[in-house]
């Protein structure tokens, strides 16, 4: 039976970690501040937002939250980044997706400096990534990469198949991997041999939106799963990517949903927020 990888108490761990460096920084009188903001009413991302203030106020950041309607033109929200960008004060900025249809995501992230990015999905972040230049990193593969640290699991040398190609995650997760000197490969919907391909894996990464893909057939005995996605399935009851039930009677390891790899996100986004002040401040050796 595999061992549970338990995000809810790394993520834990992490928040508490920010909140001493945090601490820290108060005695110079810095103190971190991230700035979110939410255009219209989307009922799960009203839920993100305050949960996002929430972990603030636990590690003892400033929050700033501007609340948009959704009839805000691109050109206002535009101009509100602008103000953000120049505001002193604020460390980080987030802008809570999706947007309205009327609003191009990909002008909205390119319009928020690169150094207040810590969501890292504006081009400069994923550009200084794939160099290997210091920058923000994607909040959920950044999550992964800590997961799989923080529970020994040894990546370098690895083969680690990553299912999913999205920017958010699976392009930017596969790079990270890299980095890590796995040896890395990135499936997607035209991916043939899809369940070959996952057998190869000592490290299978799931993040392709389908509830419960990936069973144990998918599996080498031994590996270890983590699971990206949630799903709500009829009933309330949430699942991943991942036939949960299935896949632990093979791997080495897993991520539950909930409780895995979710948690992480928040946790990584605190710690960009305190790495943006502290680059911001002169204060990281880099
Ligand atoms: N919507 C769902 N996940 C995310 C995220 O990580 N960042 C932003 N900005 N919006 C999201």
Known sequence: MAELIDGKAISQSIKDEIKEKTAKLGEKGIKPCLAVILCGDDPASTVYVANKKKACEYCGFDSVSLELPAGTTQEELLDRIKELNEDDKVNGILVQLPLPSHISEDA??????????????????????????????SCTPAGVIQLLKRSGVEIAGKECVVIGRSNIVGKP?????????????????????LKEVCKRADILIVAIGKPKMIDASYVKEGAVVIDVDIHRLEGKKLCGDVDFDSVEKVASKITPVPGGVGPMTIAMLMNNCLEGCMRQNGLLNE
Do not use: Q, W, Y
Request: hydrophobic letters at 45%; one cysteine or more.
């Open 173 to 193: 997760m596969s790079v990270l991997m890299l980095r890590e000197n796995a040896t890395v490969t990135t499936c997607h919907s035209k991916t043939k041999n």
């Open 108 to 137: 909205v992230i390119a319009a928020i400096a690169p150094e207040k990015d810590v969501d890292g999905f504006n081009a400069v972040s994923v550009g200084n990534l794939l160099i290997g230049r210091p920058g923000f990193v």
